[in-house]
């Protein structure tokens, strides 16, 4: 109930391309979907996040993608550079103050 | 302003041992949480500390212990040290005992031989 199930689990993209990675959950109670990006070396730092009560949001070249039904989000990186390349999980909490259930990761590489 | 800050960035221990990580929140936030974070891994939740008292708690064993003090910095201890316990270690803050908008550290990344 508590998995978050993330993939793919790598991804190479070419420049100027779209990245997209896949999360799917359970537990229907989550209502707080943030994307985490990781540097080596550093730790996650806050992308993007959404609630489910809309179905898309957008940030510069990063969209999360939100189908309830489905009980699926994904993360679009638009226009992909190379210093997008990192580590990017999915996260899900609800009520504010349960702990973040992290996706397994996605390992973005972006390729000239 | 200063984020949220780790100490060591790294350190070396032996199986058996007993290992201290701190954590100083950023700037204005009061409650520190703890994350697990295997090689190749998503962060796993260790345990949450706010107002000095330990108010959530990961599936995590005793070993593995902590504090708050009253300027809101946090101490992971993990006592009995096990080669499973080689991780990066993340102290992530924010404010009120909630989790959004959470500021994470860079890590402290333990290694058990």
């Known amino acids: 109930q508590q998995q978050v199930k993330q993939s793919p689990q790598s991804l190479i993209v070419q420049k100027g391309g779209i990245s997209i990675i896949n999360c799917a959950y359970e537990?229907?109670?989550?209502?707080?979907f943030p994307w985490y990006q990781q540097f080596p070396g550093k730790g996650p730092a806050l992308l993007i996040a959404i609630r489910p009560d809309v179905s898309e949001k957008k940030e510069g070249r990063f969209t999360i993608s939100f189908n309830k039904s489905a009980k699926q989000f994904s993360l679009h990186i638009m226009d992909s550079q190379p210093g997008d390349s990192a580590t990017y999980f999915c996260a899900a909490t609800y009520s504010g103050n349960t702990p973040l259930v992290f996706g397994k990761g996605t390992r973005l590489s972006v390729i000239a | 302003d200063a984020g949220v800050t780790q100490s060591p960035t790294h350190l070396i221990k032996t199986r058996g041992q007993q290992v201290t990580l701190r954590c100083s929140p950023k700037s204005g936030h009061d409650t520190v949480s703890w994350y697990q974070q295997a090689l190749g891994q998503g962060p796993q939740f260790i345990f949450q500390?706010?107002?000095?008292?330990?108010?959530q708690r990961g599936n995590f064993p005793d070993r593995f212990s902590g504090h708050q003090f009253p300027n809101y910095s946090s101490e992971l201890n993990v006592n009995a040290l096990l080669l499973g316990d080689s991780a990066l270690y993340l102290c992530?803050?924010?404010?009120?005992?909630?989790?959004?908008?959470?500021?994470f550290g860079s890590g402290t990344r333990l290694t058990v031989v």
């Open positions: 500390y706010y107002e000095e008292e330990e108010r």
């Open positions: 992530a803050s924010t404010t009120g005992g909630e989790v959004y908008g959470y500021t």
């Open positions: 537990n229907t109670a989550f209502d707080y």
